[in-house]
């Protein structure tokens, strides 16, 4: 009785997370998450810190659902790195705050944010695929759960309004479909040109 008990919560709680991820809508598969081959294999993290603008992302990602994005990375006293997370959304400043911290991959970080139970037991993955540290940086996230996985992706820029950006953004939309398969109709191109970018509400949240 009290086996059946067990089998009955944890068939519940399964069927709970099972929902949880399509409401979030991530790219989630079955599989585990494997390793991946670093294009820029040694990270001078000194030269990646400082901020980028995301100029693709997942169009599925959760919690992000604006414009001119933002991600600025500064390293703390303990030695994680502190990262800010900005977006314009419908006129309003979104702000997210959190943590990255190192792991015996250089070219990957545990990243948390805020003190939920969710960030406790689902911490992100950050694994740097490709920066040239000045210009561009893909950033690729997969977790698993269970038999399943989740991914994300990103591509960021120092500079959200170079020339050169429409021919990267070209590029780098064939690249994360041959190297993570991700399709063109999957991503999402983040603007950043002033009249989107304006805030018309003097407003902040932190989330």
Known sequence: ???????KKFFIFFIFIIFLFMKVNTKFSYGR???????????NLEKYLGKWHEIIRLASTPFEKGHCITAEYSLLENGNIKVENTENRFGIINKAIGQAKKTSDMNRFSVSFGDSWWN????????????????????????NFLFMKYELVWVLARNPNDENNNEKIIEFTSYLEKKFG?????L????????????????????
């Open 182 to 186: 991700f399709k063109k109709e999957e």
């Open 33 to 43: 998450c494997g390793s991946i081959k670093y294009d820029t294999e040694k990270i």
């Open 120 to 143: 406790y037991i689902f911490e992100g993955d950050y694994r740097i695929a490709f920066t040239d540290f000045n210009n561009y940086s893909v950033v690729y996230s997969c977790s």
């Open 188 to 207: 999402f191109y983040t603007k950043h040109d002033q009249e989107v970018c304006a805030v018309k509400l003097q407003e902040k949240k932190e989330f």
């Open 1 to 7: 009785m009290l086996g059946d008990l067990n089998l």
